[in-house]
């Protein structure tokens, strides 16, 4: 067998019997660590891994169980910038149905797990879609307002986020995003963008008023409801932003 050993050791012996710590000190000094070098190495390897605290922070906040992550909408580079940072497997969210079939963003969006929703309407079938993906144990990125925003505030954000709460029973995120609006124009220019996350503490709606939520969402025109909730809640969500 072509290079049998490596630095005087038999390669099976090593790939049987060393760990990749002990390895890789092995390769960069020349000779495998006695048991003193070998903690003292993997010690500072643990120093170097330490994630910086505003990311510790946010990740903290994002419940390991099923949730809505619910953000401010400034534009396209919102969601591999924005949920990116924080998105897994188990999380999706609702895409433009124009974008559907669009030769680029059409098979990043479904390979992203997008979930197709026709815009202006009750689109009856991406809400079942989304309440059946976080009923299964999963976590759903959306904007409350279903729409980015013209002037890089919060817009007013409609009834199907606490639709989706109410009939899935998950709590809410509230997150905030900002310098997304400007990170192509930063790049093009050869500058360093600035790109901010901030995300709050997660809440759940009260049990009345996820029950008056669903009444009022199976009416002819619920886009058009305003989300009811406790003052509270309510405070609490816009201090987010």
Known sequence: MLFRSYRGYDVVDLAEQSTFNE????????ELPRQDELDAWVGGLKGMRDLPPALCEV???????????????????????????????????????????????????RAGGAIFIQRGEVDRTALDAAVSWLKQGNSFGMSPEGTRSSNGA????????????????VPIVPAAITGTETLLRSYLRLRRPTFRLRVGEPFTLPPLIATLLNVL????????????????HTSELQSQF
């Open 217 to 232: 969402t199976v009416l002819p025109r619920p886009t058009e409801v305003v989300p009811i909730r406790s003052e509270e």
């Open 154 to 169: 919060l817009g007013r954000g409609k009834s199907g986020i606490a639709y989706l709460a109410a009939e899935a029973n």
């Open 23 to 30: 390895v890789a000190y092995m390769i960069l000094k020349g």
């Open 59 to 109: 990740l903290e906040r994002i419940p390991a169980d099923p949730h809505i992550l619910a953000a401010n909408h400034l534009g396209m580079l919102d969601v591999p910038f924005g949920y990116g940072m924080v998105g897994s497997p188990t999380l999706a969210g609702w895409a433009a149905e124009k974008y559907e079939y669009h030769l680029i963003f059409g098979p990043i969006l």
